[in-house]
């Protein structure tokens, strides 16, 4: 049965514009329809493939999770993150390890508590309202009047935990903190 229509249409491939004699035609050619299935089973698969790879590192997941103790490596990949990052927990001591010779072992209750522990009072530090222009000093007035490097004066207000205050690109800090400190390291030398 022949057609007689003629459609302008649009090949799903190629994306040339055709004429077509059916409602249904796809393609320009058979050379484009041959080009799109071999593109589809490509498709197919690395979908496969991909889901293939997938379930193999869910499946080691699983395993990580039934075990009480696991290295960094399994910890770094059941908590998707650097082993790098691990080892700084586990620097600052926030993170519990036993060591069996040069291999570092962590147990599971340990690295799910990690995640469960409330924050203390302590450690909440209250918000400080800014006090003013007049009575805050800027890093660089601090600089100049103290004689100290920016380096060595971040880390002073760090250690101290003093607050500072962002306002527009300058960064402020309160005078009588800043006067505390320098007054009591001048008391110390004499």
């Not at 320098?182 to 030398?189: L, S, V």
């Amino acid at each position: 049965m022949s057609s007689n229509i003629k459609i302008t249409r649009i090949c799903e491939f190629c994306k040339n514009e055709f004429t077509a004699r059916t409602t249904k035609t796809l393609y320009c050619s058979l050379k484009c329809s041959s080009k799109a299935y071999k593109s589809r089973a490509r498709k197919s698969k690395i979908d496969q493939s991909n889901k293939q790879t997938e379930s193999v590192k869910n499946a080691n997941l699983e395993v990580i999770k039934t075990k009480d103790f696991i290295d960094v490596n399994m910890a770094s990949n059941l908590l998707g993150i650097s082993k790098r990052t691990i080892y700084r927990l586990i620097e600052r001591g926030e993170l519990n390890i036993a060591k069996f010779g040069r291999r570092t072992i962590i147990r599971r209750c340990d690295l799910d508590s990690f995640f469960s522990v409330p924050l203390e009072e302590s450690m909440l530090q209250p918000v400080q309202e800014f006090p003013g222009l007049d009575r805050c000093y800027n890093i660089t007035q601090i600089q100049q009047k103290f004689k100290i490097s920016a380096s060595a004066l971040y880390m002073l207000i760090q250690r101290h935990g003093i607050a500072k205050y962002s306002v527009g690109k300058f960064n402020y800090v309160a005078k009588k903190d800043i006067d505390i400190i320098f007054n009591a390291g001048e008391n110390e030398k004499d």
